[in-house]
């Protein structure tokens, strides 16, 4: 673990020199790629520094007990000693977590798919609930949410509603909301008081840039149509919604919360990358196999993730097996929970196979 840390120094000071470069200083995205590399070494040389230092002053303590006589500077190094191992170990467990191989895409803007499933106009209203919890969710991580595109469910919610999320480390927190999301209750619908089991899956794909994955426009057919539903004098009345069809793929994407027929091509653009990124994801999965796939990150969209019991106010998440009664709080975005006890599982996965021993 020592050489990884020192190695670690090493670049990032070589990065100081080279953020400071003219070349780097002229070319903005070359000096952009350098501040976030610096940015993120900093934070674990800064914690190697502390250590090393923990490290000299136990080495320090020691000395001093083995020479020193008198009783009162003795007991003073033993309680510094000890206070300086606890350190030691809480450092050196900080420091191991840093050191596990973090995802490229945690840092992107996300997209936020969320779809009715089995269940009828249950399963949309269910999805409409998902959508509120994970809008209230960003709105207390100060992230930024907006509308792609929707289609809204007979009885309330939404059958599909697409939208896109910025903010800092969105996908990295986001990606283990993928799934399938399982509701038992009785629906609004039900005359008989029964309770019914409905789904509504949920994907969450890192928004990826044209550097990212390349798309040959001659294969995209672009159509486009007046907008509907809310957003003022121009709905209905201008055709600056876009439908993207990818013709290789058979993917369709469809954009319509901007007024300009431009805006909206990007945004669907993004859409249709990141879709892509999703199937050649998933074929590099298979061929890698599955022993090297996470169970909690693998973010499969048709993985049964986690069930909300209405009647007994009980959300549990079946890949680590957590269930908490507090469905009203998990309901009004409070999910940080989950994600938390879902990265700690999968960060213990990374370092049982990883090697991460000193």
Not at 12 to 29: H, R, T, Y
Not at 263 to 292: C, P
Not at 319 to 333: A, F, S, W
Request: aromatic content about 6%; glycine content about 6%.
């Amino acid at each position: 673990m020592l050489d990884k840390l020192a190695a670690i120094k090493e670049r990032f000071e070589e990065v100081g020199q080279l953020i400071i470069q003219p070349d780097a200083m002229s070319d903005m995205s070359k000096y952009t790629k350098l501040s976030k590399e610096y940015k993120d070494l900093e934070k674990v040389v800064e914690v190697y520094d502390e250590y090393k230092l923990v490290l000299d002053n136990i080495k320090s303590s020691k000395e001093m007990l083995d020479k020193e006589k008198d009783p009162d500077f003795r007991e003073m190094a033993k309680a510094e000693l000890d206070d300086l191992k606890n350190r030691e170990v809480e450092l050196e467990k900080e420091l191991k977590q840093m050191l596990i191989p973090k995802d490229p895409n945690d840092s992107k803007d996300c997209i936020l798919e969320i779809r009715g499933g089995t269940g009828g106009d249950e399963a949309a209203i269910f999805a409409g609930d998902l959508f509120r919890m994970y809008e209230r969710f960003c709105e207390k991580q100060g992230w930024n949410l907006t509308v792609l595109d929707l289609t809204f469910g007979s009885s309330g919610g939404y059958k599909e509603i697409i939208s896109t999320v910025t903010g800092a480390d969105v996908y990295g927190m986001l990606k283990y909301e993928s799934g399938v999301h399982r509701v038992q209750r009785v629906p609004a619908t039900e005359t008989q008081g029964r309770v019914h089991t409905s789904a509504a899956s949920v994907a969450v794909l890192p928004e990826m840039e044209e550097v990212d994955v390349t798309i040959d426009l001659n294969d995209v057919r672009k159509d486009t149509f007046c907008s509907s539903g809310p957003g003022g004098q121009s709905v209905n009345t201008t055709y600056s919604a876009v439908r993207l069809t990818h013709i290789p793929s058979g993917l369709v994407v469809t954009c319509q919360d901007q007024k300009s027929q431009i805006k909206n091509f990007e945004k669907a653009l993004k859409v249709l990358r990141s879709r892509i990124y999703e199937i050649e994801l998933a074929k590099h999965n298979e061929t890698v196999g599955a022993q090297r796939r996470s169970m909690v990150g693998s973010g499969d969209r048709s993985d049964k993730i986690r069930t909300y019991n209405y009647s007994q106010s009980r959300v549990t998440d079946h890949r680590i097996n957590k269930t908490v009664y507090n469905l009203p709080d998990i309901m009004d975005g409070n999910i940080e929970e989950f994600i938390s006890a879902l990265r700690f599982a999968e960060n213990a996965e990374k370092m049982k196979g990883g090697g991460m021993e000193d």
